[in-house]
C-alpha cells in the first residue's frame, strides 16, 4: 500500500440547511497519481464537493479523511498543514487587495508561505508562470492589469508554488481561451508530474478534461453516476447526463492524452 498523500470521500453527504447536494459520494485523490476529473453540469455541486473536501463544508453524514483523519475537524498546526498541503484554485480564487502588487510579487509570497511551512522547492518564478502559461516578463506585471484569464493563471501558478500534495481545481480556468487551455492542461499536468501532485480537475469542459485526466467520474444530481476512462464513459453510459456531454462534445470522445 502506498504511502502518499490521499484525500477520500467516504458515503459523503453534504448540503446546506434545507438543501442536500450530495448524496453518498465516494472519491479518492491521492498525491503522485495522475490527474482525476469530475464532470457534471453546472449547479450540480462540484464546488459543494471542493468545500467539503477542504474541510469548509461539514458533511451531513458520510466522511471526508486526509490521512485517515477527519478534515472538517482539523485544527491548530493540523489544520494549518493541511491547508498547506491540500490547495484549492477555482475561477474566483485571485482576489487583489493590493493594486501594486505584482504577479511575480504574488509568487514570492506564494514561495515564502512555502518555505516557512517546509514545503519549498527549487522551481523559478518563471517555469511556475511557465506552467500556468504565461511568459517570463508577467513577473512585473500589476494584477490589476491583467485580464480575468491571466489572473486565473496567476492563481495556479500560486498554487503550485507551495508545492501542494492535492491540488482542488474547480473551473479553473473558466476566462482563458481554448488554445491557451490546451497549452496550459500540458504543462500543468508535467508540472504536477515534477512536484507529485495529485490533481483533482472538476469543470464541464470535456476537452480540458480529456486532456488531463485518464479517469473521470460523472457527477448527477443522483451521485456518481459513471466512472472509467471519459472516451469509455461517453460511449457507453446511457445516463441522461452523460448522453448530453456526448452529444455536446464528440471531441472528447477520443483515447485519452497527457501531452498535445
Avoid: W
Avoid at 70 to 98: C, P
Avoid at 196 to 208: A, F, K, M, V
Wanted: overall charge positive; some cysteine; charged content about 20%.
Amino acid at each position: 500500500m502506498s504511502s502518499a498523500p490521499v484525500l477520500r470521500a467516504d458515503d459523503l453527504s453534504a448540503g446546506y440547511p434545507g438543501v442536500p447536494v450530495l448524496q453518498g459520494l465516494d472519491l479518492e485523490v491521492r498525491a503522485g497519481q495522475p490527474p482525476t476529473g469530475v464532470i457534471g453540469p453546472s449547479g450540480v455541486g462540484k464546488t459543494t464537493l471542493v468545500h467539503a473536501l477542504r474541510g469548509s463544508l461539514k458533511p451531513t453524514s458520510g466522511s471526508v479523511t486526509y490521512n485517515g483523519r477527519a478534515v472538517h475537524r482539523l485544527r491548530g498546526k493540523d489544520k494549518k498543514q493541511f491547508n498547506g498541503e491540500v490547495r484549492a484554485v477555482s475561477q474566483y480564487s485571485m482576489t487583489i487587495t493590493d493594486p501594486k502588487i505584482t504577479a511575480g510579487g504574488v509568487l514570492k509570497n506564494a514561495l515564502r508561505e512555502a518555505r516557512k511551512a517546509g514545503r519549498t522547492h527549487a522551481t523559478p518564478i518563471d517555469e511556475l508562470l511557465d506552467a500556468a502559461g504565461l511568459a517570463a516578463h508577467f513577473t512585473d506585471r500589476r494584477m490589476i492589469t491583467l485580464s480575468g484569464g491571466e489572473r486565473q493563471r496567476v492563481a495556479l501558478a500560486s498554487a503550485l508554488a507551495t508545492r501542494p500534495e492535492i491540488l482542488l481545481l474547480d473551473e479553473p480556468l473558466t476566462a482563458v481561451d481554448p488554445q491557451a487551455r490546451r497549452t496550459m492542461a500540458t504543462r500543468l499536468g508535467d508540472m504536477a508530474i515534477t512536484l507529485g501532485t495529485g490533481i483533482l480537475l472538476l469543470s464541464h469542459d470535456l476537452d480540458l478534461v480529456a486532456q488531463m485526466c485518464p479517469q473521470v467520474h460523472v457527477l448527477a444530481e443522483d451521485g456518481i453516476v459513471a466512472s472509467g476512462s471519459l472516451p469509455e464513459v461517453l460511449a457507453t453510459s446511457q445516463h441522461s447526463v452523460v448522453r448530453d456531454f456526448a452529444e455536446a462534445a464528440p471531441r472528447a470522445n477520443q483515447p485519452f492524452r497527457l501531452s498535445s
